[in-house]
């Protein structure tokens, strides 16, 4: 099983900046990509930032130029730096891994139990 484990959450002004991290745990054969998603209340989760094992990275559009996910494969955590924050930025934002536990596994998604974003005005 793999835990994630999200932190850096919480409340902060318009224009300002929070950087998240999520710690993965347990036992893996190995993580591919993680990722950062956010809810807010009443909308679907969506995808924010994702990065491969080797670094490359996808972000939503909306977030383009203000957010950037990085990792450490050596910790197996994944960060996002977030500056500019908005108000729309306030959610829940999850962390994600997709990962085996044994080679001939199928890959499996984990989620992280969130940690909420509050961007003031």
């Known amino acids: 099983q793999v835990q994630l484990v999200e932190s850096g959450g919480g409340l902060v002004q318009a224009g300002g900046s929070l950087r998240l991290s999520c710690a993965a745990s347990?036992?893996?054969?190995?993580?591919?990509?993680m990722g950062w998603y956010r809810q807010a209340p009443g909308n679907q989760r969506e995808l924010v930032a994702s990065?491969?094992?080797?670094?490359?990275?996808t972000y939503a559009d909306s977030v383009k130029g203000r957010f950037t996910i990085s990792r450490d494969n050596a910790k197996n955590t994944v960060y996002l730096q977030m500056n500019s924050l908005k108000p729309e930025d306030t959610a829940v934002y999850y962390c994600?891994?997709?990962?085996?536990?044994?080679?001939?596994?199928?890959?499996?998604?984990?989620w992280g139990q969130g940690t909420q974003v509050t961007v003031s005005s």
């Open positions: 994600n891994a997709k990962a085996k536990r044994r080679i001939y596994i199928d890959w499996t998604i984990y």
């Open positions: 347990g036992s893996f054969f190995r993580i591919n990509d």
């Open positions: 990065t491969t094992n080797d670094g490359g990275t």
